[in-house]
């Protein structure tokens, strides 16, 4: 703000703009807040010492068409008004000032689960908005429901236009909101009337999932309709399609229980029961993926926790190698992991496989979920399952209709010729076999294991590895410390 608005406005208010200087004083309240509120207080000024002016008719002339350069400067008229006159003018100069004041909200928070630059209740007009940790529900002024996974670069170009930098966004639009935009830097995904997802990650491009209903992807010069159960990526040159991948996103429904599970203390929980088990004895490996650097051989997102890392699994050949340890055999081992899986498009979605499945290596340890969309523990050389591949399989499926974090976690004990399943902390089943050779585990990957029949849809967080048998209580203790719903 400078002399020179203050002048302007005092120019306007003796009616003795230019056009020049209206057009200036427009743009430069257009611009800048402390001079709108100056402006305001200009303007209750004139109004209440002399109260005889007319305010509404100044306002409504400076908002408008500021100021009709076709007549001489304004002469005020001083015919003394009622009170009743003076108060409706003055009530007409503030409501009208104050309209301008608040620019048009294009969306307002309704939930947050773990984001500290937003509250609940928050308006959202066209400021850029970065979030480092968390989820954000919103609803736009249209009635699109938008939640927004971090990392996130965003921002509202209106209540119909959301530029998508960075980050994962579902939406689910009413009709009110028909014809809502996601702007990304590869291509836009134009809503019919629908819900869907869009990806943006830090390295690659946008993809554009449709759950149910319609969407129009634009990428360069292409343009396409995709109905339920489409998916495509936008490149600069166009556009391929992909496999659909819904669970990948957070949609409304999980943000509540996500909500009530960080508010009723459960993160601290899950990292007191983490502390605890990094004192176990019979620990192997306990995986939490929050330190060292992100891997390149797959992409690194949030956990379930806000902030939290976990590697997740999306192209093919999408991986990470660890060793577990020589030659050593274990009689028992219980393997436990967070994970969230977007689909089955394989026979084998890989959780763990050690290296040299040969006839050699007894014992061998490929933790996955199969084709029946059940959980397997297959040791090399093992015989005797009365599963239907002759391995030994969980009775129920793992994968949930949406998207969920679920626990899965498996006991084997080689001398009792037992798997013991359990998804949710919830035993689901036992298996016995007729020959079980001790675990034996060393180098091994999580993620896809070949090109060909075993691949990881999704991301994994945390994982356990613990050479003894977990009793049933403990299974139930540890998903229910480490979970993240309420």
């Not at 001079?35 to 002016?53: F, G, I, P, Q, T």
């Not at 928070?109 to 959202?124: W, Y």
């Given at each position: 703000?400078?002399?020179?608005?203050?002048?302007?406005?005092?120019?306007?208010?003796?009616?003795?703009?230019?056009?020049?200087?209206?057009?200036?004083?427009?743009?430069?309240?257009?611009?800048?807040?402390?001079?709108r509120?100056?402006?305001?207080h200009?303007?209750?000024?004139?109004?209440?010492?002399?109260?005889?002016a007319?305010?509404?008719?100044?306002?409504?002339?400076?908002?408008?068409?500021?100021p009709?350069?076709?007549?001489?400067?304004?002469?005020?008229?001083?015919?003394?008004?009622?009170?009743?006159?003076?108060?409706?003018?003055?009530?007409?100069?503030?409501?009208?000032v104050?309209?301008?004041?608040?620019?048009?909200?294009?969306?307002?928070?309704?939930?947050i689960?773990?984001?500290?630059?937003l509250a609940?209740?928050?308006?959202?007009?066209?400021?850029?908005?970065?979030?480092?940790?968390g989820?954000?529900?919103?609803?736009?002024?249209?009635?699109?429901?938008?939640?927004?996974?971090?990392?996130?670069?965003f921002?509202?170009?209106?209540?119909?236009?959301?530029?998508?930098?960075?980050?994962?966004?579902?939406?689910?639009?009413?009709?009110?909101?028909?014809g809502?935009?996601?702007?990304?830097?590869?291509?836009?995904?134009?809503?019919?009337?629908?819900?869907?997802?869009?990806?943006?990650?830090?390295?690659?491009?946008?993809?554009?999932?449709?759950?149910?209903?319609?969407?129009?992807?634009?990428?360069?010069?292409?343009?396409?309709s995709?109905?339920?159960?489409?998916?495509v990526?936008?490149?600069?040159?166009?556009?391929?399609?992909?496999?659909?991948?819904?669970?990948?996103?957070?949609?409304?429904?999980e943000?509540?229980?996500?909500t009530?599970?960080?508010?009723?203390?459960?993160?601290?929980?899950?990292e007191?029961?983490?502390?605890?088990?990094?004192?176990?004895?019979?620990?192997?490996?306990?995986?939490?993926?929050?330190?060292g650097?992100?891997?390149?051989?797959?992409?690194?997102?949030?956990?379930?926790?806000?902030?939290?890392?976990?590697?997740?699994f999306?192209?093919?050949?999408?991986?990470?190698?660890?060793d577990?340890?020589?030659?050593?055999?274990?009689?028992?081992?219980?393997?436990?992991?967070w994970?969230?899986?977007?689909?089955?498009?394989?026979?084998?979605?890989?959780?763990?496989?050690?290296?040299?499945?040969?006839?050699?290596?007894?014992?061998?340890?490929?933790?996955?979920v199969?084709?029946?969309?059940?959980?397997?523990?297959?040791?090399?050389?093992?015989?005797?399952?009365?599963?239907?591949?002759?391995?030994?399989?969980?009775?129920?499926?793992?994968?949930?209709?949406?998207g969920?974090?679920?626990?899965?976690?498996?006991?084997?004990?080689?001398?009792?010729?037992?798997?013991?399943?359990y998804?949710?902390?919830?035993?689901?089943?036992?298996?016995?076999?007729?020959?079980?050779?001790?675990?034996?585990?060393?180098?091994?990957?999580?993620?896809?294991?070949?090109?060909?029949?075993?691949?990881?849809?999704g991301?994994?967080?945390?994982?356990?590895?613990?050479?003894?048998?977990?009793?049933?209580a403990?299974?139930?203790?540890?998903?229910?410390?480490?979970?993240?719903?309420?």
């Amino acid at each position: 703000m400078n002399t020179d608005s203050h002048e302007l406005i005092q120019r306007h208010l003796a009616g003795l703009l230019t056009e020049e200087e209206a057009a200036a004083l427009q743009n430069r309240l257009k611009a800048d807040t402390d001079l709108r509120r100056l402006y305001l207080h200009y303007m209750n000024l004139d109004v209440a010492l002399e109260a005889k002016a007319t305010c509404a008719a100044g306002a409504r002339e400076m908002l408008t068409t500021l100021p009709d350069t076709s007549r001489s400067p304004r002469q005020f008229s001083w015919r003394p008004l009622t009170a009743a006159a003076f108060i409706g003018a003055a009530a007409a100069c503030v409501a009208l000032v104050a309209w301008w004041l608040s620019p048009q909200d294009f969306a307002r928070v309704e939930k947050i689960v773990g984001v500290s630059s937003l509250a609940p209740g928050s308006a959202l007009q066209g400021e850029r908005h970065e979030l480092q940790a968390g989820t954000l529900a919103l609803i736009t002024s249209k009635g699109a429901k938008v939640v927004i996974e971090a990392p996130a670069v965003f921002q509202f170009e209106s209540a119909q236009r959301l530029r998508l930098t960075q980050g994962r966004l579902s939406a689910d639009v009413p009709p009110s909101a028909k014809g809502f935009t996601v702007i990304t830097p590869s291509g836009d995904a134009v809503d019919l009337g629908t819900r869907f997802g869009v990806d943006v990650p830090l390295a690659g491009e946008a993809e554009v999932h449709v759950f149910q209903g319609e969407v129009i992807a634009h990428a360069a010069k292409d343009q396409r309709s995709l109905r339920t159960g489409d998916a495509v990526t936008m490149t600069t040159g166009g556009q391929a399609a992909r496999d659909l991948r819904s669970a990948a996103f957070i949609q409304g429904d999980e943000v509540n229980e996500l909500t009530a599970g960080l508010a009723a203390g459960q993160r601290a929980r899950s990292e007191a029961a983490l502390s605890k088990l990094r004192e176990d004895p019979a620990l192997i490996a306990l995986l939490d993926f929050e330190s060292g650097e992100a891997p390149d051989t797959c992409r690194t997102t949030q956990g379930r926790w806000p902030g939290s890392r976990a590697p997740e699994f999306v192209r093919v050949g999408d991986h990470l190698k660890l060793d577990l340890g020589g030659e050593r055999t274990w009689p028992r081992l219980t393997l436990a992991s967070w994970v969230r899986l977007d689909r089955l498009d394989a026979p084998y979605q890989s959780l763990l496989h050690t290296d040299g499945w040969e006839v050699s290596n007894p014992g061998q340890v490929h933790w996955m979920v199969n084709r029946y969309s059940t959980m397997r523990l297959a040791l090399k050389g093992n015989a005797g399952s009365s599963s239907p591949d002759g391995f030994p399989d969980s009775l129920r499926p793992v994968l949930p209709e949406i998207g969920r974090w679920m626990h899965l976690a498996v006991v084997y004990d080689s001398e009792a010729r037992t798997t013991r399943f359990y998804l949710n902390g919830r035993f689901d089943s036992e298996s016995r076999e007729t020959t079980a050779h001790p675990a034996r585990l060393g180098p091994a990957q999580i993620g896809n294991w070949n090109r060909t029949d075993r691949k990881l849809s999704g991301r994994v967080d945390e994982i356990l590895i613990l050479g003894r048998a977990m009793s049933d209580a403990e299974i139930q203790s540890l998903f229910e410390s480490g979970n993240p719903y309420r």
